[in-house]
């Protein structure tokens, strides 16, 4: 869709598109009612009964617009912090396997390293354009479960780091799922509808006043366009977490590859 190339955009200019939208409707909408107010309704002798109905319509619409904006922050604050439990059991594992003797501790290792290095330089970019990834993953994950499952432990000590191995790599794919099904978690298209008609409503209200200077009019009708085009932004911002410059990035992953398996 053509309004998902918006989350290309740096955020400021994704901010300004969208709030000069909102400015650009509430503006065109008022000069065009304005000249015919006169005729329809008289003087300015409504105004009154006109600001009660938008503070009434104020008051619903922020509650939620807010509720909303809570619970998409809370989305993705949930997804933020599964990427980071995620690079935290992919680091618990490859601790894991490297106690394992050798070939296995090499080649376990070593194609944990290639997984977490591929998902960072791969996957994340997808993930980036709303797609989910999986295939070259889970190949690789694949691989690495029959490796891990061909080990046959000798000791006790290796009985228990190999059961212990296979607990965490079962933890690890959780997590795994977890994210890739986060890649399109969004709000449904009928929220977005509620709170598009809201805004065009809230904002119809100012132009059913009848005010002599119009300049303070159109700057009055301006703010509160430009209010609500901020939070639909931030809605949007926050609506997608793997998508746009606000974004949950590969950062957790990063801190693990360098801090662990570059040596």
Known sequence: MRLLRLYDYPSWLFAVIVIGMFVLFALTGQVVVRRLLPRWFGGKDYNEIVGEFLSASGVFFGITLGLLSVSAWENFTAVENAVAQEATDIG?????????????RTVLTDQLRVYTRSE????????REGITPGAEGNKQLDQLQRDLTHFEPRTEAEKALHSESL????????????????????LPAI???????????????????????????DLLTTILAALLGLLVFLLAAMDRPFQGEYSVGPDAFELVYNQLMIK
Request: hydrophobic share 45%; glycine share 2%; proline share 4%.
């Open 120 to 127: 960072i330089d791969l996957a994340w970019p997808k993930q």
């Open 167 to 186: 607990r965490l790599f079962s933890k690890m794919l959780e997590s795994r799922r977890t994210r890739l099904s986060s890649v399109s978690t969004q």
């Open 191 to 217: 929220v977005w509808s509620v709170v598009i008609a809201g805004s065009m409503l809230n904002l119809s209200f100012m132009w059913l006043f009848v005010i002599e200077k119009k300049r303070l009019h």
């Open 92 to 104: 618990v594992c490859y601790r894991a396997f490297d106690n394992y003797p050798e070939p296995h």
